[in-house]
Every structure is written in C-alpha cells, then in structure tokens.
C-alpha cells in the first residue's frame, strides 16, 4: 500500500508508525485464529471455593496490609446502547394509549411493558416529568401510559436530558430520597469501603476526552455534598491513545477510507486500555466495569468483602512467589525446585513447571490477577477457561464466546457446559520481589486480537480491536479465579436493568 503524504500525515498526528499499520493490513489478510479451548474451568480445576476460615484469613491480610492500592474503571461506554431499543420503540409509538399497548404488545418490545408501568421508579423520573410538564403543554391531560411515552421522549430528547448522548458513568442510576446518583458516584461510595488506606481512596475512569468536563464538574458536586467526611478522594482519568486506533478495511481487506478520502480508524477497544492500567503506579489494582454497582446495602456489604478477600489472596500468593524467587537467586537446591515446581502447579495452574532454576524464576516473574467468578446464569459475556497456547502449553485464561470456532462442536459442546463467567471482578498485583513495577506490555499476548464487522456510512467494513484487557492483555499473568457470589454482579446493559432488585430500594 503506498502512503500519500496526507495518510502520513494523519498516522504521525495518531501516533501511529507504518510498521503498525502494515501489520494491521497484514492481521486482516491472514485472520486471527480461533482460541482452542480444551475445558472449562471449574470448581476444583482452575476455580477456587474458599471456606469461611479462609475469607477471614485473606480479609485480616488485605486489611492489615499498607500497599497502596487504586480503583481502575473503564467508562469511556456511551449510554446509547442502554437506550437503542427505547429510541426505536419512540420511533415507531404514537402518543394514543390503544396503540402503545399493541406495540408492547409485539415481540419487538414487549420487555419495554415493565418500563412503561414502572417508570416512576427511575432515578431520572422527577426530572423528566418536570420537563415534561414544561414541553408537552396538554401533559397533564394525557392518561398515565401516555405521559410515560412523553417522559421518555424527554428523556431522551435534544431539548430535555439528552441522557442517551451522555457516557453511562453520568447516567442517574440510583435515587436516594432526593439524592441521586450516577454509576461514576456509586463508585466513589464503593471505594470507603474496601479501596481506602490511611483514609485516602484513590481512583482512576478511564474516558472520552469530550466528556473530561462533565466528570469533572460530577465530582466536584459529589465531593461538595460530601465535604463531612473524612475520606480524602483522589480521582484522576485517561483517555484511550490514538496510537491505539485501529484501521478500517473494506470486506476484500482494502484500506476503507471516508468521504474526504482520508484513512479511516477506529478506537481498538477495551484492550487499549492495557497502556492507562501501566501507567497506573500502585501496589494492588482492582479492576471494575463502570455499570457494575449496586443500590442494596445488602449487596455494597457483600462486593466490600469480596474485593478484600481477593485482595488477601493476591498478597498472600505474592509474597510467597516472591520468597521463592529470592530463594531460587540464593540457593537453588533441587529439593527447593521441586518444592517451587509443586507449588506453581498447585497455586499458579501451571500444569509443566520448567526443572531449571533460571526458568523457573522466570516463571514465576509476572504479574498476577486474581479474579472474581460468578455461577453462570445465562448472562453474555466471557468466562474461564484452560486454553492451549502457541506452543502446546495450557494456561487458564478469559475467553470470550467471539474467540471460539462457532463451526466447531466440540469447542461450542465446551463452551455451553461452561459452569462460570467473568463478572469483571480483577484484582492485580504489578508490583515484582524487588517492588519494581512490571512493564505490563510485555505479558500481552498480541496475536489475540478480535475481528469484526460494523457499518460505517452505509458500507460494511472489517475492523480490529486488540487484545481485550481481561483476555488477550493480561494472557501471561499469573491468573487465579475465585468462585464469588453472585450478588456483586449487577450490571445495567439496559435501562429496563435499573428495574431490578440491585438498583431499587432495599
């Protein structure tokens, strides 16, 4: 492919290097081979269950420990997808109470039935209504069914809350008396609990430069309204590189270019994100999505404990790999060999331990993650699974249901018998036996990217994203899966979602 002057231009303002976008033409030309995935991880191979002496153990550690620790959370997601089938149901209802019953009526929408009828139960029903009442003059007049097709036209609308253009982290979520929260709060609630030293809680959302602003001015307002308080909030954000971006191809793996014939590139996906979470300087990281909280005390008590019991596994494993490396640099006797061989097979999932004292301090060298999962109960997404890697070796590691050969029986026979799923509940250890932090990029596993079809201006197109964060990003970590329950896994992937039981009143 030869560069115009105009392309080189537009990769140097990215940050992009020809070597890269060569190799991203030639990723779409030879494809991304499916993952071969030989089991699923369950309890007693690769997933731990923990006995309540043990969760008392692991959360008197975390809790006596003085690493620095730091929330890290992804919420660059736009609200857009929590509301794409409210905006086609507006396209398509008119305000006439027979009509809007016919259409919930129809297979499309009829989940929207709960919705409508409950709508005063949303966070943001006082202030759509408010304006509601304001725009729509007759409002008042229109049976209740009616107003809530007008509230969420207003909800919605360019001239009310425009809460479908909002990042989700800013969406009400949760209503307190008159308080109201969004998911981006609800986090800072969450961090007193288990992500605060020395009462300092530190946090980093990762997010869309355009709305840097409205997070800002959130925060300010959260942090106003809990000035009492004796927590010293630290809160900082990133945003995705452009080097990250990726190319857009044409179905024949051509360059796709736009109407100003211009190279066309597109963000690389959650697994850029591997570049902040290096950034990040701390001794124990926890990872979780930006819509995963909850409103039920109940529920906040229980992710409290969860998130300190992961945190006392990680330190516990860690010091005792670091011990173990010290040991192999001083004196590597055979009988320690095989002691270290034992334990990598017993506590790291590693199923062939090298037998040389070099390579076996190699091994050990990582960063470890301890993750949370959750009993499968249907919900999308990926899970754990024991993986054949490039040369034959088998680690566990995070899959999603797009990694997996979908022609071929025996891998999607795997993946239905799957017993567990990751919720997105990461802690992390970055930090190596002489407290130096890990250059994270080199644990990634590159050739796990994803390839998929989208739509750009009427035109199908190919687009690449990198290896996801939890997959392909963390693929050579040390990774330790922990059965935990099922009720610190509240996402929102709707707005029908804030009805559930999480996001009401206890």
Same mark, same amino acid.
């Given at each position: ?26 990723? +779409? ?17 690769? @997933? ?12 008197? %550690? ?23 089938? =409210?905006?086609?149901? $507006? ?72 809460? &479908?253009?909002? /990042? ?36 980093? +959302? ?40 990726? @190319?857009?191809?044409?179905? #024949? ?10 190279? +066309? ?5 959650? !697994? ?40 006392? @596994? ?8 670091? &011990?173990?490396?010290? *040991? ?14 034992? +334990? ?23 960063? %470890? ?11 999308? !997404? ?16 995070? =899959?999603?249901?797009?990694? =997996?050969?979908?022609? *071929? ?17 990461? =802690? ?10 890990? #250059? ?45 329950? $099922?009720?610190?896994?509240? /996402? ?15």
């Amino acid at each position: 492919m030869q560069l115009s002057s105009k392309h080189k231009k537009c990769l140097e303002t990215k940050g992009i290097s020809e070597i890269d976008l060569r190799n991203q033409l030639q990723t +779409f030309q030879a494809g991304i081979p499916f993952v071969k995935i030989l089991d699923y991880a369950h309890l007693g191979k690769g @997933i731990k269950k923990l006995s309540n002496e043990e969760e008392k153990l692991y959360q008197k %550690i975390y809790d006596h420990s003085k690493a620095k620790v730091i929330k890290f959370i992804p919420a660059s997601g736009a609200a857009s997808r929590m509301f794409r089938l =409210v905006h086609q149901f $507006l396209d398509k209802v008119e305000v006439d109470e027979k009509k809007i019953h016919a259409l919930l009526k129809t297979q499309e929408f009829s989940v929207l039935n709960s919705l409508i009828s409950k709508i005063d139960k949303l966070a943001f029903y006082e202030q759509a209504k408010a304006l509601s009442k304001q725009y729509y003059q007759n409002f008042e007049s229109h049976t209740r069914i009616e107003q809530a097709v007008l509230i969420l036209k207003i909800a919605l609308s360019e001239k009310g809350l425009k809460l &479908d253009t909002l /990042p989700k982290g800013l969406i009400p979520f949760h209503h307190y008396g008159q308080q109201i929260l969004t998911p981006f709060e609800e986090h800072l609630e969450e961090a007193k609990s288990y992500a605060t030293k020395n009462n300092k809680a530190q946090l980093h +959302f990762t997010i869309s430069k355009e709305h840097e602003s409205d997070f800002k001015a959130t925060l300010k307002q959260y942090l106003k309204s809990h000035h009492k308080e004796n927590i010293d909030f630290d809160v900082n954000f990133s945003y995705q590189k452009s080097s990250t971006d990726t @190319i857009a191809v044409h179905l #024949d793996n051509t360059p796709f270019r736009d109407e100003n014939g211009q190279l +066309f590139f597109r963000p690389g996906g959650h !697994g850029a994100l591997i570049h902040n979470l290096n950034a990040i300087v701390a001794d124990i990281i926890f990872i979780k999505n930006i819509d995963n909280v909850s409103k039920k005390q109940v529920d906040k008590i229980q992710t409290s404990k969860n998130k300190r019991i992961l945190a006392g @596994i990680l330190l516990n494993l860690q010091q005792k790999i670091f &011990d173990y490396q010290i *040991a192999l640099k001083q004196n590597p006797t055979s009988g320690l060999i095989e002691e270290v061989q034992q +334990f990598a097979r017993e506590n790291l999932n590693i199923k062939s331990p090298p037998d040389k004292s070099s390579e076996l301090f190699k091994t050990l060298h990582r960063p %470890i993650r301890v993750c949370g999962m959750v009993k499968n109960d249907g919900e999308p !997404g990926g899970g754990p699974f024991w993986v054949q890697g490039d040369n034959g070796e088998q680690s566990l590691q995070i =899959v999603e249901t797009s990694q =997996v050969d979908p022609s *071929a029986d025996d891998q999607q026979q795997i993946l239905n018998d799957a017993t567990h799923f990751n919720p997105v509940d990461i =802690v992390c250890g970055v930090r190596d036996f002489k407290g130096q932090k890990y #250059d994270l990029m080199q644990f990634v596993n590159t050739k796990r990217g994803f390839i998929t079809q989208k739509s750009v201006e009427g035109q199908d197109i190919k687009a690449l994203e990198l290896p996801g964060l939890w997959n392909g990003g963390m693929a050579y970590w040390h990774s330790i899966f922990v059965e935990v329950p $099922l009720s610190t896994f509240n /996402p929102v992937k709707t707005v029908v979602d804030l009805l559930k039981p999480a996001h009401q009143q206890d």
